[in-house]
């Protein structure tokens, strides 16, 4: 009983020391202070669009050398890997028969000139009528082209470089015979190398015949290759919506190499635009907001946003250069609130 009376008299004393408080801590921040929250500027930031197109490397001149004829491969007068000079010899072909068939047309040349020349002084006299006149100088145009002919044919047994450039791997050899389907080798001008790329429509305005443009490629690390912008297609492709680009390119030393992939980096200057930091906007639904620090206190702004860049989003509407948003701690503030700022990022 007396433990019971002991108890009964401690317990108002103990239930009062339990539900004291004590002082907060000096710094500690009490209940109805102000949040820290940090804040940046709204800023004007220059806006520049890249793209990286991939083009493909294409000789200035590229042909495969083929006969005109068919005959039998006579001699081979270049080496693979040569570079050769226009008009230079490369294929000899065999044209014995074809020689031969010049020297019947040329002397059926020389008869028919003979015999029409002969009638022609006897033409005067009447001996000789003008249809038998007409039909002897029909027969000197007939071997004039018979002749020429063959010598078109004996011309095409010897195969010209059309153009200055690099010749290729030799596919025949001597005495293989050889039509007008045969590859016998090739023939690049690879001392400018023309670049093909594509770029979507909205970089027509940046495009433009006579641009300089930078290249770059894996096999090369590091290394540059300056060419400039000759034509643009006259059409977009109605799939992807882009315009295909023909830029030259100088190639002196021959790095580049027909059929190699480059990259193409381009830019598009937007000028300047308005940004705020993006982790100072705050969706909700489909709306956009931010927190503005006025005075001390928040304002909750809905915003108009553009297009994202690292670190920024472009503000089409809702803010003006100059005004601070925050970035961190917007989750404890409200609109109308008290802030405490802390400083900038």
Known sequence: MRNLLTLLAVLPFLLTGGCSEEPAANGARSWNSAPKVVAEPVVMKKLVDEIQALGTAQANESIEIQPRIASLIDRILFEEGEIVEAGQPLVELESSEIVAGLALAEAALSESRSLYERNKSLSSSQAVSASTLEQLLAKVNTDEALVQAARARLANTRILAPFAGRIGLRRESPGSFVDTSTIITTLDDVSTIKLDFSVPETFLTVIREGMRIQANTIVYPGRVFDGTVASIDTRLDPVSRAVRVRAIMPNTDGALKPGMFLT?????????????????????????FVF?????????????????????VVISEGLSEGEMVITEGTGKVRDGGDIELLGRT
């Open 292 to 312: 503005v620090v006025n005075d001390g206190k928040v304002e909750k702004r809905d915003v108009t946003i553009g297009r994202r860049i690292p670190g920024f």
């Open 264 to 288: 193409v980096d381009l830019q598009r200057d937007r000028g300047e635009v308005l940004v705020a930091p993006e982790q100072s906007i705050v969706p909700e639904g489909s709306q956009q």
